[in-house]
């Protein structure tokens, strides 16, 4: 470094400094501190100082992070402290047990005035393990668990990943550190590399703990760094130090002191009953998470204690893990069926064995469209693996070949509509296929007519979907106008309709007719115009004219609305077919107040995003949406950085506690009350 000027020297370690706390704020503790902007131009000039200067680079300089050279292969690396496994819990009573033990081998029954054991509970996430070293402070290797005694080096690989500290922060840095902890894929990332996958034509990962092993066992740490793989820290195996925490818990806060992220649910317990109170409360929040978690891993708090109970085999008998009910399950594609959607969409459905996943019952699950049958290369009869996780719908995430029976069928897809015999299109460089019988397809004008008739659209009580499938089938209407045609003896013919729901039902399509233009504009099924479309064309244009009059550039000036949805709506408005409709139910007495010209120019909450979460007791969920999208705020479901309010209601969870972490203003349902009666 000597030819290296000393301004350079200083200029480069501040730059590197500043780079790291601004890494550390957005991935480990999700609360950026700078705009993206800022940071790119700090790289740029650090990026612009190792050019000039290659003998500055060092291993923790934050331009090492987009990973080096391929690997031929991976060194074997061998463990000095084991990586042990954990003993599994799979009821309240086995738990129990494993506190009995403990109380055995610490002779606790003898003495009836001890405290409860305390235990640091913790989620079990499920990705791979990995051990960390760091001497002085810095990061020297990266290792898997291999067989617990002997692993891989994946050092090059680690160190593209953003929440791992290239360099330890803060005070009382150890001489060693091995951090052992679960390198894991965020639900949302997993989605991510999957669809790319798809439109790549590879294969997919069957599941977030896949993906991230598969990830980590490149050769090119390049593939590495472009998966957004993070890391939490759970435990530390080699330490050398000055000062050594007396708890489990104490050493987690050293570890995010040193700049490790934590799990954001680790708390401490006393006592099995209270161990067992939150493997129920984090059940219900498993599907809300970001990322997979497959149990509650209990460890006793106490350091010494830990020492005094070691290890059976391979593994300690001061920790367990208390699994949750499996997120993946085999079972058999019986058969496939295919779907006609309200725009003609034909899916295939598969109807499967009935199984028990992620805690729900699944006999169908769909199979999207003809490519995604040919991706998974699936035939009927095949057995399947079934993944539920978090919120989302089962998906097939792969077929298990070795299973695949002898007489398995292939899966043809139709060319003609199952329901109106029409042909089957497919429009070039789209994955759907169309049925092109439009409005004449029975399957068509009925999901037209749910959909029109359903609670978010014009909320016509008590027209069910049975009901639509019976009044189209016997030709009773043809088209969403029809129904304020409809007379309560024409419904009173009809099998299992009774005179006072005919009546009721007759006065609940009267009722309709007082509608608002965003709930109308929703209600006529135009291709992807859902609520908030719907709610934001209101917003910009104010009339029913003026959305129809909107050529392409004027839709396209509007936040919020690009190009495919523009062309749907520009589309759709150009079709005479809808306009008769639409002149029909205007002169049926469909109608909306006028949207007040200056309320819509004040949109107090114009460019601000808000989120709903837990209960709301006094308003609705949908209402309170409304009346926030009317007021020009964006209602998103999940909290970050950018969102400007939460408003949380009682059973609220990890959004409102990363609100709290972010620092973003909280309200209860009274004070929202309150703010929406104040704006009015
Ligand atoms: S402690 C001796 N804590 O579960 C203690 N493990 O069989 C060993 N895991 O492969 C591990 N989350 O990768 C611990 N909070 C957590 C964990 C966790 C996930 C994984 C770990 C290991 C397996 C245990």
Known sequence: MANIPEHVLRDYERLKDELNQHNHRYYVLDDPSVPDSEYDRQMRLLQDLEEQYPDLISADSPSQRVGGEALSSFTQVRHTVAMLSLDNAFSAAELEDFERKIKDRLNYGALSDNPEIDYVCEPKLDGVAVSLLYESGLLVRGATRGDGAVGEDITANVRTINSIPLKLRGANIPRLLEVRGEIYLPRGGFAAINAAAIVAGDKTFVNPRNAAAGSLRQLDSKITASRPLEMCAYSVGQFEADLVPDTHLLMLEALADWGFKINEHVQLVSGIPDCEEYYERLAGLRDGLAYDIDGIVYKVNDLKLQQRLGFVAKAPRWAIARKFPAQEEMTQLLDVEFQVGRTGAVTPVARLQPVFVGGVTVSNATLHNGDEIERLGICIGDTVIIRRAGDVIPQIAKVVLEKRPADAQPIVFPERCPVCRSSIK?????????????????????????????????????????????????????????????????????????????????????????????????????????????????????????????????????????????????????????????????????????????????????????????????????????????????????????????????????KLSKAQSLDIPVMDEAEFIAFLAEAD
């Not at 978010?456 to 009580?461: H, N, R, T």
């Not at 007082?514 to 859902?530: D, H, N, P």
């Not at 064309?537 to 919020?560: C, P, W």
């Not at 926030?628 to 950085?641: I, R, Y």
Request: a negative charge.
């Open 426 to 654: 497919r429009v070039e460089g789209e994955a759907v296929a169309r049925c092109s019988g439009g409005l004449f397809c029975g399957a068509q004008i009925k999901q037209a007519i749910k959909h029109f008739a359903s609670r978010k659209a014009m909320d016509i009580d008590g027209l069910g979907d049975k009901l639509v499938d019976l009044l189209v089938d016997q030709g009773v209407i043809f088209s969403v106008a029809d129904l304020y045609e409809l007379k309560t003896e024409q419904l009173t013919g009809l099998e299992r309709l009774a005179d006072k729901s005919a009546a009721n039902l007759v006065a609940a399509i009267d009722a309709s007719k007082q509608t608002s233009l965003a709930k109308f504009l929703y209600s006529l099924g135009i291709r992807e115009v859902g609520e908030a479309t719907g709610q934001t064309l209101a917003n910009n244009f104010g009339s029913l004219e003026a959305v129809i009059a909107a050529d392409l550039e004027q839709l396209l000036e509007v936040d919020d609305i690009g190009p495919v949805v523009a062309k749907h709506i520009v589309d759709f408005f150009r079709n005479p077919d809808n306009l008769s409709i639409i002149q029909a139910l205007r002169e049926a007495g469909v109608s909306w107040p006028d949207i007040d010209q200056n309320a819509q120019a004040s949109q107090p909450l114009k460019g601000q995003t808000w989120v709903l979460t837990g209960g709301m007791e006094i308003m609705s969920r949908a209402e309170a949406k409304d009346r926030l999208q009317a007021m020009g705020a964006k209602v998103a479901g999940s909290v970050s950085a950018k969102t400007a309010q939460v408003v949380a209601g009682p059973g609220a969870g990890s």
